[in-house]
């Protein structure tokens, strides 16, 4: 499992944790697809790994879901 490192190496949460956070906090419309589309993408790899864990399967189906809505929203800002 991939996680994201602070500077000094240590590890902190899963990288699809970090990466959905970033997509969830981001402000900015322009940079919202590719937050979406690197956390998707790091949340469907981990789903890969880990196909008999059903508590953290729920986990990254919940936050695909909450990037759908937010993909969502994003599109609708856009497009008014």
Do not use: C
């Not at 590719?34 to 949340?43: C, F, V």
């Not at 789903?47 to 994003?74: C, F, K, M, N, Y």
């Amino acid at each position: 499992m991939s996680t994201a490192r602070f500077p000094s190496g240590a590890p902190t949460a899963p990288l699809w944790q970090v990466l959905y956070q970033d997509a969830i906090l981001e402000f900015d419309n322009a940079k919202l697809p590719k937050r979406i589309s690197q956390a998707r993408s790091a949340i469907r790899e981990r789903a890969q790994e880990i196909l008999t864990d059903p508590s953290e399967r729920q986990l990254l189906d919940d936050a695909l879901w909450t990037l759908h809505v937010l993909e969502e929203i994003g599109a609708r800002k856009q497009s008014a």
